[in-house]
């Protein structure tokens, strides 16, 4: 891969869905509310849904990449392709409608017509929805910080004394799914009895998905490894382990984005656009080899999915902003990237 592009380069098809994106979100806000004002707020609500997607997907991003890495040149174009409709037509358009249509026991088609015509009647669905897609994404994406953390093949420790014992936990057969099914159980004493049954439902969903969706990929890419013996990993079983995480981080943006608006199109516009952004981080962040030049920034990406994964949990008791849900992240992936910089020069 070319790694000489300037990251201006990278910024270019963002700027672009940028501009598309606003203009878009102007033109909603005419035909929403008729006027200038209507212009302003749909404008300012878009940018903000932008930025909040960016700050929840930075350590996606991290993730994205590293696994990216792994891949053939082919099923990498096709996850910065076809990924990015995924995940703006699917997780920010059909996964809240069929959201609602699930609740609300209602068609899709039907579901469509609920947001359009009676946003606030949709959100509050979605808002009931808040606790079941808070637990499968709680427990999908702690089972994939501590697949990191466990395993014991890993030889690079930021935080050594605590990745160590975990580390050595790796030989505990289960471990992992034995410390998320304790967390899920400590959370669901703290619930009311009428959400308890949806709960852990969704949990042992996300579970279940997580090692569907690890096993698949790790069969797929060992069928591929055998065919062409070099170079072959890295194919379907990566596309589908990286959609599903992928989903499992939009979780939080796309509800947080009700707390803003209840427009749905507005919603899929302004997160779409974050989105652009954080695809083209991704791409950055491979093409420029960045996560074997800062040693320890994979390892503040994987801590910021553990703590999201709490958030996740403890949002189904009580309402955490979705600023400090970014902030965390963003303050755990800040601290990797300096103690990188730090063992750099100390190495230099």
């Known amino acids: 891969m070319n790694t000489q592009r300037s990251s201006l380069s990278y910024l270019k098809w963002p700027l672009v869905t940028t501009v598309f994106g606003l203009g878009l979100?102007?033109?909603?806000?005419?035909?929403?509310?008729?006027?200038?004002?209507?212009?302003?707020?749909?404008?300012?609500?878009?940018?903000?849904?932008?930025a909040l997607e960016i700050a929840l997907s930075f350590d996606n991003a991290i993730v994205n990449a590293n696994k990216l890495e792994e891949m053939t040149p082919e099923w990498q174009r096709r996850f910065l392709t076809w990924g990015i409709l995924i995940a703006v037509f699917g997780m920010r358009i059909i996964f809240p409608l069929a959201i609602v249509a699930i609740f609300a026991s209602i068609n899709p088609f039907a579901a469509m017509h609920l947001a359009l015509s009676d946003p606030d009647e949709y959100s509050r669905i979605i808002s009931k929805a808040h606790g079941?897609?808070?637990?499968?994404?709680?427990?999908?994406?702690?089972?994939?910080?501590?697949?990191?953390?466990i395993d014991e093949d890993k030889s690079i420790d930021w935080?050594?004394?605590?990745?160590?014992?975990?580390?050595?936990?790796?030989?505990?057969?289960?471990?992992?799914?034995?410390?998320?099914?304790?967390?899920?159980?400590l959370i669901s004493r703290a619930l009311p009895s009428q959400e308890l049954a949806s709960f852990l439902s969704a949990a042992v969903m996300g579970l279940l998905v997580f090692t569907l969706v690890d096993g698949l990929g790790t069969y797929l890419d060992n069928i591929a490894g055998t065919a062409a013996q070099i170079?072959?990993?890295?194919?379907?079983?990566?596309?589908l382990y990286l959609e599903v995480l992928d989903a499992s981080f939009s979780f939080d943006g796309v509800i947080g984005a009700f707390a803003l608006t209840t427009n749905i199109l507005l919603i899929a516009i302004g997160l779409g656009i974050g989105a652009m952004y954080v695809r083209s981080m991704t791409i950055m962040l491979v093409e420029r080899g960045t996560l074997a030049e800062f040693r320890y920034l994979e390892h503040g990406a994987f801590y910021s999915i553990f703590a999201l994964s709490i958030v996740m949990f403890l949002q189904s008791i009580v309402h955490v902003h979705e600023l400090i849900t970014g902030g965390i992240g963003i303050a755990l992936i800040s601290f990797a990237f300096f103690a990188s910089i730090l063992y750099n020069k100390r190495e230099a």
């Open 231 to 239: 170079g072959a990993k890295g194919g379907l079983g990566a596309f």
């Open 159 to 185: 935080i050594t004394m605590l990745e160590k014992n975990l580390r050595l936990c790796g030989s505990i057969r289960g471990f992992e799914i034995a410390f998320v099914l304790v967390i899920v159980l």
């Open 132 to 149: 079941p897609i808070s637990a499968f994404g709680g427990t999908f994406l702690m089972m994939v910080a501590l697949k990191f953390f």
């Open 25 to 50: 979100s102007g033109w909603l806000g005419w035909a929403t509310e008729g006027d200038f004002d209507g212009i302003a707020s749909f404008l300012i609500v878009g940018t903000v849904l932008a």
